[in-house]
């Protein structure tokens, strides 16, 4: 079953019908039924170490056929099915990073950018900064998201 609109009212009691209900709305939403609302949701994701040790590489991924490291702090990953449509202009990205910044003494704010992106892979980079210097920098855990908004 699909997604059915519900209206409440004030004071209206929560019966097991529409407690059901609600659960398969939820389970729409969450399958990406056609007939639910649409909420964006990630269609490509990964997560990857980006030293260029042994731990280097994916260890969870959807929709990624590839994760490379191109030299330090740079790294390109290829989608496993490319992006429809004729341009990126409707691709969002999510990158996040995990360093050892606990470590005492360290100073630096991380930044991660996109270099480039295509509708079959996007390249970006790790960089880290402090008040002295601005230089590239590996990051023991990367994770990467991608939406399709068209």
């Not at 900064?129 to 939406?147: K, M, Q």
Request: hydrophobic residues 35%; glycine residues 10%.
């Amino acid at each position: 079953m699909g997604f059915t609109n519900i209206t409440f009212t004030v004071g209206q009691k929560m019966t097991s019908t529409i407690l059901a209900q609600v659960d398969q709305n939820f389970d729409a939403l969450a399958e990406g039924d056609t007939s639910s609302p649409r909420v964006p949701r990630p269609v490509v994701w990964g997560q990857f170490c980006g030293f260029s040790t042994a731990n280097a590489g994916i260890y969870a991924s959807k929709g990624l056929s590839s994760f490379t490291r191109n030299g330090t702090g740079d790294y390109t990953v290829a989608f496993t099915t490319a992006f429809s449509g004729t341009n990126t202009d409707y691709i969002g990205v999510n990158l996040g990073f995990d360093h050892n910044t606990s470590q005492a003494g360290d100073t630096y704010i991380r930044m991660a950018n996109v270099n480039s992106l295509g509708l079959s892979q996007c390249t970006f980079r790790d960089r880290k900064a402090s008040t002295s210097a601005t230089s590239v920098d590996d990051a023991n855990s990367i994770w990467i998201s991608f939406w399709d908004y068209s």
